[in-house]
């Protein structure tokens, strides 16, 4: 039979095989079926309980003949198994179709709910106990741990410190202390935490890490070399990141500020830490950018500190970020905004002179976009594209690299980049040279010179200013007299009512007085100082020769004397020389040594300059001097209360005057008179009391005046006899005409 049903497998194909069942040769070889089982099992009628238990009784008959062919394993199972020999036939099928005939309600209904609802809930609850569980801090609670650290520190009372900081940093963004150990609800109790951890924390972490002083600052010893650092790391970053954004919610500039002095003591744990560096560096080049002095003064120590330590790291990223920050910050330019510009010039130069190289990179970039933007406009000349270059970004920016350049000088790598950017001012200044924006040539001559002074490079600023005085009429009467001076620090360009100020030709004198004086002075030991000074006199010389006006005229007579005379004070130094013009060595070893020594123009300047500062800081304090002086006020009546006090005082003499004056009767002037009138007061509203009461003052005695004066004019009656006189007139004189003799 078995071979039969074998044969029949390997017959059958995959579909019939699929069909047929999954039975396995070995069933039927153990268990033969008859043609009425096969019969029944083609029909497969459902299975009743009679025949559930005759397989029960079939599988006993099974384990009794294994008895026989596996005594062993037989011997197994009834040593470990003994249920499972020892079964009754009748099964619990009986209580189990019981059981499963009728349902069974639930003990507990269960209401619908949804998921959402269910894992809110959980949440809610989670921070009730949360909230039940936070300890609250108080004073005692903070006084209890400065004692204990400052006596021995350990890292469980470092967390229980950091904890309580963390929950005090939540709460100034609204957070609250929900989700930490600790709450601090009151405000003087967070003020004291806050005091605690800035004074104490950085001494605890230098002894419970065991850290000695560093003797050697040239060799950098970070937090992270002690073998404490594994187990109190999580702590360390968790204050640290604490502090950052305690640092981002501060507006108070006190407590900005000893913030910042905190975390310039903790910038080597920063180091250690690089994405809490990276949220730090935000910080501070906010701060430097956009806080005030104090708060800016700390930043850039702070990022000085972190580029020396770990230049390679950061100090591309930094230096990247402080430029942009200084481009955004420099926008507009105002008297209060000028020295945080000059401040950010100052501390991004100490920055790139870290590193020449990579200045070098970042200052060939943005050099060559200034040119870009030059070009730009000198080609496609359009309003937008002279705009982009014209404006107070551009210049500030033309300002820091001649700065950057001339106190890195020298320096073989950044050499290159000076004649270039030379060339980028010069084409600003040519791009529109016109009269309103004379400003804006003058700080772009202001900063060739200091390249120019600080590279030993000659560049040619003088014929920019010189060209000034052949443009603009001195002479001219200016067109509307000015209120207040115009500063040329904080402006690039002039409206048209600017021009027609007085103000206006007195500022740019000022300006062209300045700035030719600081160049000959750069340039007043300079061999060739004659040759150099030559087209400045001849046109000076002719300036004051048609200029007639003294103020104007003043100044420039005097800056042409110091150049004469400093002039030919190189002229008579250079006829003793021995050597010729060759000779570069020697050139500049004169050079040098007439720098020394001194030359008139050097000396008046050094004078000029003392006087000039003090000048610029009472220009900027004034209105705080005028704020000081005591002045004494006058206090004038107005004009009505002293026409009533008038009406009073002579009501008894003229009762009949007054009465007229309260009703409607009098003369009526004319339409004409009136309207003309009304026009005069509103030209004239702008007078002040004071004019009106001078005229009042002074009215009855023109009055009087005029009288004798009309009286004197008028014409006099003429007697009879006169008007005969006057119509007889003077006698005729007839004399004889004398012909020539052509006629």
Not at 566 to 586: H, L, P
Request: aromatic share 8%.
């Amino acid at each position: 039979m078995a071979a039969k049903q074998k044969r029949k497998l390997e017959d059958l194909s995959v579909d019939e095989f699929l069909v047929s069942g999954f039975e396995s040769p070995d069933e039927d070889e153990s268990e033969e079926e008859t043609p009425k089982q096969k019969k029944n099992k083609q029909v497969e009628p459902p299975m009743s309980r009679n025949e559930k238990k005759g397989k029960a009784s079939e599988h006993k008959e099974q384990l009794s003949r294994l008895k026989n062919k596996d005594p062993e394993f037989y011997k197994f199972l009834k040593e470990n198994d003994q249920s499972l020999l020892n079964f009754d036939d009748t099964d619990s099928s009986d209580e189990e179709d019981d059981e499963n005939k009728y349902h069974k309600l639930p003990p507990k209904l269960e209401e619908a709910s949804s998921d959402e609802d269910e894992g809110e809930e959980e949440r809610a609850s989670k921070k009730t106990k949360k909230a039940a569980e936070s300890i609250k801090v108080t004073d005692k609670m903070i006084a209890g741990w400065r004692a204990a650290l400052r006596k021995e520190p350990t890292p469980r009372l470092f967390r229980e410190v950091t904890q309580a900081f963390k929950a005090a940093v939540a709460t100034t963004k609204g957070e609250g202390g929900g989700q930490c150990r600790y709450k601090v609800a009151d405000s003087s109790v967070f003020n004291a935490l806050i005091l605690f951890c800035i004074r104490d924390i950085h001494m605890t972490l230098q002894k419970l890490l065991n850290l000695k002083p560093n003797k050697d600052e040239k060799k950098l010893v970070l937090p992270s070399s002690s073998p404490r650092w594994q187990r109190n790391q999580n702590d360390i970053k968790m204050y640290l990141g604490g502090v950052v954004q305690l640092l981002s919610c501060l507006t108070e500039t006190t407590v900005v500020a000893a913030v910042l002095k905190h975390v310039n003591q903790l910038i080597l744990y920063y180091l250690c830490l690089p994405k809490q560096c990276r949220h730090l560096l935000k910080q501070l080049l906010k701060q430097w950018s956009t806080g005030e002095e104090t708060s800016r003064v700390l930043a850039f120590l702070a990022l000085n500190k972190i580029c020396r330590h770990k230049q390679e790291a950061y100090l591309n990223l930094i230096l990247k970020q402080m430029y942009i920050s200084y481009v955004q910050n420099c926008k507009f330019t105002s008297p209060n905004a000028l020295p945080m510009i000059n401040f950010m010039q100052r501390t991004l130069t100490e920055m790139y002179a870290l590193d020449t190289q990579a200045t070098y990179q970042q200052a060939f970039i943005y050099i060559r976009q200034l040119a870009i933007h030059l070009r730009n406009a000198m080609t496609m000349k359009k309003k937008e594209t002279y705009q982009s270059v014209y404006n107070w970004q551009f210049i500030h920016c033309l300002f820091l690299w001649c700065r950057v350049l001339s106190t890195l000088y020298p320096s073989d790598v950044l050499q290159p980049l000076i004649y270039p950017l030379c060339q980028v001012i010069l084409g600003t200044i040519k791009l529109v040279p016109t009269s309103r924006y004379y400003p804006l040539r003058m700080h772009c001559c202001r900063a060739l010179t200091l390249l120019s002074s600080s590279t030993n490079t000659f560049v040619p600023v003088l014929p920019f200013l010189v060209e000034i005085f052949q443009q603009v009429d001195f002479n001219k009467k200016p067109g509307r007299m000015s209120k207040k001076p115009i500063n040329f620090a904080v402006i690039l360009k002039l409206n048209k009512v600017n021009l027609m100020e007085k103000a206006y030709k007195d500022g740019l004198i000022d300006q062209l007085y300045d700035l030719m004086l600081e160049y000959f002075h750069t340039q007043a030991f300079s061999i060739g100082f004659p040759e150099l000074a030559l087209p400045t006199i001849i046109q000076l010389k002719a300036f004051l020769k048609e200029c007639k006006v003294a103020n104007y005229s003043k100044p420039m007579r005097q800056l042409l004397e110091k150049i004469q005379e400093n002039s030919s004070y190189i002229t008579g130094r250079r006829q003793k020389a021995a050597f010729g013009v060759a000779d570069a060595a020697a050139v500049a070893a004169w050079e040098k040594q007439t720098q020394q020594e001194g030359t008139p123009l050097t000396r008046y300047y050094s004078q000029w300059k003392k006087l000039r500062e003090k000048e610029i800081q009472l220009e900027i304090s004034g209105k705080e001097r005028m704020e000081d002086l005591d002045l004494p006020e006058i206090k004038r009546r107005k004009i009505q209360e002293k026409k009533a006090e008038d009406k009073k005082e002579f009501k008894d003499l003229f009762q009949s005057d007054s009465d007229s004056d309260d009703s409607d009767t009098g003369l009526k002037i004319k339409s004409k008179k009136s309207n003309q009138e009304s026009d005069e007061d509103e030209d004239f509203s702008d007078l002040s009391d004071e004019e009106g009461l001078e005229e009042e003052d002074s009215g009855d005695e023109d009055d009087n005046e005029e009288e004798d004066e009309e009286a004197s004019k008028a014409p006099q009656p003429l007697s009879s006899a006169a008007l005969i006189k006057l119509a007889e007139g003077e006698e005729d004189v007839v004399e004889d005409l004398q012909l020539s003799d052509e006629d």
